[in-house]
């Protein structure tokens, strides 16, 4: 089974349209993060969060928010989607033990179209 | 702040080539380094790392070593494969920032047979 896992995998939505994408990790890591990855611009980080009570925006925040519902989940919100925020969306965890080697976990992404 | 310049893709090699792939970086501390592979359809998976100054990371034949005196972290394998085509982020990240990242842009590698 996989470590980090996202749903759904795939989503195609109008523009507007309010939509969650949800991460849960099996790794026991106390850090999360969710990216953008658009053609040529590498991933771009949106919000991270070291605990269920931290919560931190990245350098995308505008148009996301995110909720972490328990220490294995952390979800990521567009409350109203449009066109320019379809790309593809990833999941990531690291823990303390790896915090100094900065290594980071990725789930399988979802890949969001905004019509 | 801390930045990742990546050479440029798309690659295109033949099977058993030579690959390099750039990445220089700028950082105000001491990072530790990193190579990820994206291979089709997946998400992002350490390929190898190296955490301080003259340390070589090394997986699967690809190689990198840490050149502080060049702030470089050049990936390397000397004979490539067709199953090696995929995308190569390099990144870093510092201690100062807790276990946030910096990613480079990508390098798509496309290796013929």
């Known amino acids: 089974d996989a470590d980090v896992t996202q749903t759904p995998r795939n989503r195609i939505t109008k523009t507007g349209k309010r939509i969650m994408l949800e991460c849960s990790q099996t790794?026991?890591?106390?850090?999360m993060y969710w990216y953008r990855q658009d053609p040529g611009l590498g991933l771009r980080l949106i919000y991270y969060?070291?605990?269920?009570?931290?919560?931190n925006k990245g350098e995308i925040s505008d148009g996301y928010s995110v909720s972490r519902q328990a220490q294995a989940k952390f979800s990521l919100s567009l409350e109203s989607a449009i066109p320019n925020q379809t790309a593809l969306y990833f999941c990531?965890?690291?823990?303390?033990?790896?915090?100094?080697?900065?290594?980071?976990?990725f789930g399988p992404g979802t890949r969001l179209t905004v019509l | 702040g801390d930045s990742v310049t990546q050479m440029e893709g798309p690659v295109t090699l033949s099977e058993e080539a030579f690959l390099t792939i750039n990445c220089t970086y700028t950082a105000t501390g001491y990072p530790s380094l990193f190579w990820y592979v994206q291979y089709p359809g997946e998400g992002l998976q350490l390929l190898l790392k190296?955490?301080?100054?003259?340390d070589k990371g090394s997986n699967k034949g690809f190689e990198a070593t840490y050149r502080k005196e060049t702030t470089s972290f050049h990936l390397e394998k000397g004979s490539v494969q067709v199953s090696d085509s995929a995308v190569y982020f390099c990144?870093?990240?510092?201690?100062?920032?807790?276990?946030?990242?910096?990613f480079g842009d990508g390098t798509t590698l496309t290796v013929k047979p």
């Open positions: 969060s070291f605990d269920v009570k931290d919560i």
């Open positions: 190296a955490t301080k100054a003259d």
């Open positions: 790794k026991g890591h106390d850090r």
């Open positions: 990144a870093l990240s510092e201690g100062t920032n807790a276990g946030k990242s910096t």
């Open positions: 990531a965890t690291s823990d303390q033990t790896s915090r100094l080697l900065g290594e980071q976990f």
